[in-house]
């Protein structure tokens, strides 16, 4: 095997042993387990001599890895030397930041993919510090950051983080981007920038009184290339945007400044010799610890956020490639790539790795280290496999550093500037901003934008929270109650009218949106004064929520109204009865109570329209919001559905419940014992067969499924009494389904079973028959002949047990024969018995994302 495979980074034992599998499907496993040693480990096997071991276990780096790990140096180089200017740190310190984050954060970390190193989330706090303590003092402040980092992994709270509302996140990060962007604007105007956001605006006028330039023409070709680069069409941008686009822009910008001979401030690395190294910082204790907490909390966040979001892009890279790799299956002669397992993020272990990075970092003289969205970001598009393309990437950071200081002094200030100005801008994330809105969070995400730009990154984030707090008290408290009145003869017929033809009782309908806190109460119990005595009231509560408070000025009040003579009905927003004795109750269900403790006995026929016109209504205030621009796309596009589902008219069956599907997916036909006429069978029902014949040759459906169900009526009519002679439509219908009959007591036919166990009684056998009989009748048609012959067109047979809720799929024949090889050693002895039977397979559950990983 070639070493330039995708494998995994992690250790794990080499044999394939029970506790070695169970690892494998921890978060962690090796590299190794595929290359055939440890990269780590210094032992060799027994019985092996050490020059094979040493052979064995030689460190593997994938291909993708290091084509990955380049990528993102390219990116994180200029990038890191950009927000070390931004925060008036030494230079070097960036490339140490970077170099630490991708070796130690990426080795120890608990997402592999994830890049860290200096970012542009921290670079105000930073200079905050680096203003009031210095820059040796900022590296000891960074250290004990990350000692509490380490801390608060060791206590398991890195998901507590992500409890955070997104738009304080998201307002905390615009802020400090909006704060970037103006401080980086001075530089990229020829000046320098003031310490605040205001006084960088108060200077701008004199800034742009006094233009530099040089400085201007080396910003605006970064900026320039910046925005231009990832949009070069044709095969030429594919070409270029393989160098990315901040290494591309601050090149461009450095070789037009030495070409033209400009003269501007340039990057300038000292001696190595002459770094600075931490110091103890001198201060107040509250504003020494203030700082640790503000550099701790910013930076964990970020990195936490930036691992899920790096979660989420690997899930969208791996379906990619799923569906990628399905497309290709039909090619033999195409060799398999190994597929690529990687874990999920360990958050706790995140914080820990992040924890050291920083630890080491600041002992090292260092920016503080925190995970990198859009560094992490481009190593899963680069094809990164593990840990090891981030490991690599702070190598040849460090490498750059120490062999490359020549060629990283040529590089204009301005062009680092603008670079990490158009990141600022960046920060200020439309697509948050629109989802912060669609969740009406707009207020919380600008106030701490506003708090976070004017008084500083911790204080913002208190006053964020505390906003969102209230906004949160605002939204439990607030309650709104209407109250409608109407004459009861115009809702309901019958009963209320020969109750009391000459007088017509007032109904009144109250609507309670929101929760019901001692808060509302007031207001409650005045609108509920305003109820007529002896008037049907129905009370609509539509919250989750009802405090003692508020559920005793509903009980009282319900006591009152009807010792007046009155009636009172509670619902909830789907129209469904709540609070009531079973006494008061109506025999009729309201919808959907059939899902839960069914036992309706009669159906009074004057519910009927009211029943219909309150599901009408509810759909129309609760799902056809959610689904109508689905619909409105269906509408303009016309259906395009994959599947003809065709099934029993049996009321128990929900096809779409069942398949999982939503308007568009499937063409369903249903009829008395999901029976297929034959073309040209006496009696035939033409109706069936154009839906066939519309469904293959005018929709072009994939596949068609015939689907019985058990305890099917039509069946136990065909037992019961065979429909020979009949003249009634519904047993004239039902001689489609003798075959069926016939081939059951055949016993010149292979028996249809269910996987495991027999049928439970003839009527489920006539059942589980009729499905396959039914397939042989749709066979039969021309249209599905001629596709099933051109191979475009599959059939399923399914079979439903109500009473479990359980599926179960009729495999082909090419399917069949290989679950008997596959399983045959956990074949039951029913199996063995009827090896020659058709068998429907049990369908399972859908596995959970790591299992369909592993799949």
Known sequence: MSTCVPTHADDAPRKPTKDSTKHRTSPEYSESSKSGGSSDSGETRRGSQPGDGRRRRRFRIAGADLSASISVFLIALPLSLGIALATGAPLQAGLVAAAVGGIVAGRLGGAPLQVSGPAAGLTVVTADVIQQYGWRATCAITVVAGLTQLALAALRVARSALAVSPAIVHGMLAGIGVTIALA????????????????????????LAGLHPAAISVSA???????????????????????????AAVAGATAFAALVGLSLP?????????????????????????????????????????????????????????????????????????E???????????????????????????????????????????????????????????????????????????????????????????????????????????????????????????????????????????????????AAEEEEEGAHRDRDRDRPRIQVRVQVRGQ?????????????GQVPQGAECVVELDGSFMDHAAYEALHDWQTSHVAHGGT??????????????????????????????????????????????????????????????????????GQRPAQLFLTCADSRLVTSMITASGPGDLFTVRNVGNLVPPPG????????????????????????????????????????SPPEGAQTPLRRWLRHGMPSLERMRSQHRSRVRISGRLPTDAVEQLCLTNVVQQLEHLRAHEAVARRLAEGTLKLHGMYFHVGEAQAYLLPSSDEYKANEVDEGDAMTDVDEVHGMDEVFDRVAPTPSALERSRA
């Open 184 to 207: 980086q604007l001075h530089i990229v105007l020829g000046g320098t920038p003031q310490s605040s956001a205001i006084d960088n605006v108060r200077g701008l006028p004199a800034q």
């Open 221 to 247: 070709l970064t900026v320039g290339v910046l925005l231009v680069w990832p949009r070069i069409p044709g095969r030429a941008g594919l070409i270029v945007r393989k160098v990315p686009a901040a290494l």
């Open 266 to 338: 340039r990057v300038d690395l000292p001696s190595w010799s002459s770094h600075a190294l931490p110091a103890l910082p001198e201060g107040p204790a509250l504003a020494l610890l203030a700082a640790v907490l503000t550099i701790t909390l910013v930076g964990s966040v970020e990195s936490l956020l930036s691992a899920v979001a790096v979660d989420k892009l690997l899930a969208a890279r791996q379906e990619h490639k799923g569906s990628k790799r399905s497309k290709d299956t039909k090619d033999s002669d195409k060799r398999k790539e190994p």
């Open 340 to 486: 690529v397992r990687i874990p999920r993020a360990q958050l706790d272990r995140e914080l820990a790795g992040q924890g050291a990075a920083n630890i080491v970092s600041g002992a090292l003289g260092g920016l503080p280290v925190t995970g990198v969205a859009v560094r992490s970001a481009a190593n899963v598009s680069a094809g990164g496999v593990s840990r090891n393309s981030t490991m690599l990437h702070g190598l040849w950071i460090a490498v750059a550093a120490l062999l490359l200081v020549s060629v990283l002094d040529l590089i204009p200030l301005a062009a680092l500037a603008a670079l990490v100005m158009v990141v600022g801008i960046q920060m200020v994330n439309i697509t948050h901003l629109r989802s912060v809105k669609r969740n009406r969070e707009l207020l919380v995400y600008a106030v701490t934008l506003a708090s976070v730009v004017l008084t500083g990154v911790l204080e913002g984030v208190v006053i964020g929270i505390a906003v969102a707090v209230a906004v949160a008290l605002h939204r439990l408290t607030k309650t709104r109650i209407t109250i409608a009145e109407g």
């Open 516 to 528: 019901l806190t001692f808060l509302a109460v007031p207001r409650l119990s005045r609108i509920l």
């Open 568 to 637: 009172v009905e509670f619902t909830g927003r789907a129209g469904s009865r709540i609070s009531e004795p079973a006494s008061v109750t109506h025999g009729c269900c309201r919808p959907w109570t059939p899902w839960r403790n069914h036992h309706c006995q009669d159906r009074p026929s004057h519910t009927d329209t009211h029943q219909l016109a309150s599901g009408l209504s509810s759909f129309q205030r609760n799902t056809a919001p959610l689904v109508r621009e689905e619909l409105a796309r269906l509408a303009r596009e």
């Open 681 to 720: 069978a006496e009696s035939s029902d033409d109706s069936v067969a154009a839906a066939i014949e519309y469904a293959v040759d005018v929709l072009k459906v994939d596949s068609i499924t015939i689907c019985g169900h058990s305890g099917c009526g039509a069946m136990q009519a065909l037992l019961s």
